[in-house]
Nanobody
Framework: VQPVESGGGLVQAGGSLRLSCAVS????????MGWFRQAPGKEREFAAA????????DYSDSVKGRFTISRDNRKNTVYLQMNSLNIEDTAVYYC????????????????????WGQGTQVTVSA
């Protein structure tokens, strides 16, 4: 199970980006998914999570109302639509997969996720 992120880049404040995370796993629908981010000099933090079927989502307070997580189990892909970006959103964004989750469960805990991508850089300029 290897998540592979894409879609990062440089964007001006107020702009939008959509991150994608493809997972090479036929049983993708059995994995709960999450997006985390790590800014320079800071610990990795939770951004958003989605349950196996996509019916339950969770967001950190800092991104709620601006970011939307979704998944397409036919394409083995999870997305993070990021709108109204601000400088504080600058970070490396990581996609993570969690095996063994209950159908409607999400998690904010990094230790709950067994598989991690390499990350994609998002830089927001003033």
């Amino acid at each position: 199970v290897q998540p592979v992120e894409s879609g990062g880049g440089l964007v001006q404040a107020g702009g939008s980006l959509r991150l994608s995370c493809a997972v090479s796993e036929r049983a993708f629908s059995t994995y709960a998914m999450g997006w985390f981010r790590q800014a320079p000099g800071k610990e990795r933090e939770f951004a958003a999570a989605i349950s196996r079927g996509g019916g339950v989502t969770d967001y950190s307070d800092s991104v709620k109302g601006r970011f939307t997580i979704s998944r397409d189990n036919r394409k083995n892909t999870v997305y993070l639509q990021m709108n109204s970006l601000n400088i504080e959103d600058t970070a490396v964004y990581y996609c993570a997969a969690r095996a063994g989750a209950d159908y409607g469960a999400t998690s904010r805990d990094t230790t709950s996720f067994q598989y991690w991508g390499q990350g994609t850089q998002v830089t927001v300029s003033a």
